[in-house]
């Protein structure tokens, strides 16, 4: 059966929220066959794909950072490409497990090690906007070299990059980094801005902003994010090279508020929390030019994204 699939992809962290929306990505394609794993500490069973047509994909329980889990799985499957999602991710949650974040080292070298040694092609690695840190140009530009960055998380991605870029020198493993800024839409957790406000806003409930609400960012709709990512694989393009995926429409979170209760015709009332100690950076904002040539498509409109995702009424992962 694993003959008559042209691709042999593995999505580590697949049951997360961009990691599923990718597995569904791929697994559009028949030429595809694609295991999914993931440890479920924050990934949820219930993102994974539907039966389709194609019978392509398979899930496996699996810890990454763990040696003895990965290594029979890379071994008996031999992929061609390895999608590696599997993090601890959520501001609050990597400032409150900053072990755990650091844990995340051992899965880069578990799987580097045994891609290198199995035949794998290419990895395809999510970084994140955190490795900016707090920017001293703007928009951030995948040239730059960022290391201001203190907190556990963001090392930890510079550190899976700066893994990538060493496999490639010594052993020519060839990849791609992909730097994450937001991504929103359905089967996103609730314990992510753009999830928690519609949610509010919805229930009619007091939206919470940290500090004036003046830190700015982008949101970027999921379908953007896989579309792009994806024809990196299928275009063969960016090899060893690092690519924002967001967006480049800038707004405060005052006004991300704002827009979510006019969007959903809300009573909702936005409340003034403490400024968070750390990890809320003052802006966010990516340069995307190799994203859009990538996506070769008009991005979603956060107006249309927002509605997208109030209307997939999907708030219970």
């Known amino acids: 059966m694993m003959a008559s699939f042209k691709n042999k992809i593995l999505v580590t962290g697949g049951a997360g929220f961009v990691g599923s929306t990718m597995v569904d990505k791929l697994i559009e394609n ?4 694609v295991l999914t794993i993931d440890n479920l500490s924050t990934g949820n069973i ?13 899930f496996i329980k699996c810890d990454v950072n763990s040696y003895r889990d990965i ?8 992929f061609d490409y390895v999608f590696h999602y599997a993090a601890v991710v959520g501001v609050k949650r990597t ?19 045994l891609s290198k040694n199995t035949g794998v092609k290419r990895i395809f690695f999510s970084s994140s906007s955190e490795v900016y840190g707090e920017p001293f140009e703007h928009p951030q530009n995948e040239m730059t070299t960022p290391l201001n960055s203190r907190l556990p998380y963001a090392v930890v991605k510079n550190v899976g990059e700066a893994f990538l870029r060493s496999y490639k020198q010594e052993y020519n493993l060839d990849y791609t980094i992909f730097r994450f800024f937001n991504t929103y839409g359905p089967k ?7 999830t928690r406000f519609i949610k509010a806003a919805l ?21 953007d994010n896989v579309d792009a990512c ?15 995926i967001g967006s480049d429409f800038e707004l405060t979170i005052l006004d991300l508020a704002k827009l979510i209760i006019k969007l959903t015709n809300s009573k909702s009332e936005i409340v003034h929390l403490p400024p968070l100690a750390e990890g809320d950076m003052s802006r966010r904002k990516p ?3 190799k994203m859009k040539l990538l996506l070769g498509r008009p991005m979603t409109t956060i107006e249309e994204g927002i509605m997208k995702t109030i209307e997939s009424g999907q708030y219970n992962y």
């Open 46 to 58: 219930k993102r994974l794909p539907e039966t389709n047509p194609y019978n392509n994909w398979k």
């Open 71 to 78: 290594a029979g799985i890379m071994t008996s499957f031999q």
């Open 203 to 223: 229930q009619g409930k007091k939206i919470s902003v940290y500090g004036d609400g003046l830190q700015s960012r982008t949101f970027c709709y999921r379908n």
């Open 188 to 194: 996103q957790s609730n314990d992510f801005v753009m």
């Open 30 to 33: 028949p030429d595809n066959f």
């Open 95 to 113: 400032l409150e497990n900053p072990v755990s974040v650091l844990n995340d080292i051992n899965g880069f070298k578990y799987l580097l090690d």
């Open 230 to 244: 994806a024809a990196t694989l299928y275009n063969n393009m960016h090899l060893n090279d690092t690519v924002n």
């Open 287 to 289: 340069d995307i030019s």
